[in-house]
């Protein structure tokens, strides 16, 4: 009676944790990847390194960008190669997102 009951509430946990999982998001967003992947280079405000010829993702140039130009510049790019590899079309979306807000700022 005690396994059976010990069985039910290790399966009624596992599923609630499989539905629960796929909706929390710990290091999905933004400025997160941007960190990670970006910073970097281009400096945790955008900045960029003109020195070293790392353009500015918060200047007039970068502005003029629509969403789908920045984000192919992100994926297409030769220097962003290790970039590109390692994200999803959807955190691109993201990190454009995110690099719209600092360009407001």
């Known amino acids: 009676m005690k396994t059976t009951k010990l069985i039910m509430l290790v399966m ?6 499989f539905i629960l999982i796929p909706n929390l998001s710990w290091a999905d967003d933004g400025a997160t990847i941007y960190k990670a992947k970006c910073a970097a280079c281009h400096g945790a405000d955008a900045a960029g390194k003109p020195a070293a010829k ?3 993702l918060n200047g007039d140039d970068a502005k003029k960008l629509s969403d789908a130009d920045l984000a192919k510049a992100i994926t297409e790019k030769p ?5 590109a590899k390692s994200v999803t079309p959807d955190q691109v979306k993201m990190v454009v ?3 719209r807000e600092l360009q407001k700022k």
């Not at 009624?12 to 944790?17: E, Q, S, W």
């Open 12 to 17: 009624t946990i596992a599923v609630a944790l």
């Open 54 to 56: 790392i353009p500015s």
């Open 79 to 83: 220097k962003h190669a290790g970039v």
């Open 97 to 99: 997102a995110y690099i």
